[in-house]
């Protein structure tokens, strides 16, 4: 079956515009995550959705970031007057529920968008 | 707040040698722990995780409390085992489930 998606798969910018950043999960996840990756480092957690509950926005780095997901679909994560250091590959991962004192369910994540701000 | 570290940037190994690639983690809950793996070109995805006590690829991890780690390994190292991993954490009781990675070993398995 369809895997997570994301688009574009590499985006260039100018310091100062505006990206947004396109996920789509796989149906029926009502879980979705945003991650950033920047060069030669782990994955940071940025955003966090689960079905119709307010978003868990504790690891957006700034208030340029914001990211929006229409009941359980796609995802989009904007990034306003982008800077230099927001250059990084933004990962989204879905899965199926979240589950609360139990296991974490699998996390799939897609290709992953590379965005460059020059 | 939880930390993931994996000490080795870096792993050459020779086919056929054994593998271990490092992971500590600290939390002061109950975490679990999961390795994903990333292979040129494809997208990150679950190895294995702690809870399943499984054997994916040949390779295992155990959980080890007492010295907060949670190592992957493997006995006979392969080419196609070649790859970048990373170690993960997700607090249990953390509302998202959110994971916590490591900074990533590249793993090299040389003819």
């Known amino acids: 079956g369809a895997g997570v998606s994301q688009s574009p798969s590499n985006k260039v910018t100018e310091k100062g515009k505006d990206v947004e950043l396109r996920c789509d999960p796989i149906s029926g996840h009502t879980a979705l995550y945003w991650y950033r990756q920047r060069l030669g480092q782990g994955l940071e957690f940025l955003i966090y959705f689960q079905g119709n509950s307010a978003p868990d926005k504790s690891g957006l780095p700034s208030d340029r970031f914001s990211a929006e997901r229409t009941g359980e679909s796609v995802s989009t994560l904007t990034i306003q007057r982008t800077q230099q250091e927001d250059s990084a590959v933004y990962l989204c991962?879905?899965?199926?529920?979240?589950?609360?004192?139990?296991?974490?369910?699998?996390?799939?994540f897609g290709p992953g968008t590379r965005l460059t701000v020059l | 707040a939880q930390r993931v570290t994996q000490p080795e940037k870096l792993l050459s190994v020779f086919k056929g040698a054994p593998v271990e690639l490092k992971c500590n983690y600290s939390y002061s809950g109950s975490p679990e722990l999961f390795w994903y793996v990333q292979y040129s070109r494809q997208r990150l995805q679950l190895l294995l995780r702690h809870i399943s006590r499984e054997s994916i690829k040949g390779f295992t991890a155990d959980l080890n409390k007492g010295e907060t780690s949670f190592h992957l390994k493997k006995p006979f190292a392969q080419e196609e085992d070649s790859a970048m991993y990373y170690c993960?954490?997700?607090?249990?009781?953390?509302?998202?489930?959110?994971?916590?990675f490591g900074g990533g070993t590249r793993l090299m398995v040389k003819p």
């Open positions: 991962a879905s899965s199926l529920r979240r589950t609360s004192g139990f296991s974490t369910d699998t996390q799939y």
């Open positions: 993960a954490l997700s607090a249990v009781k953390n509302a998202g489930n959110m994971l916590t």
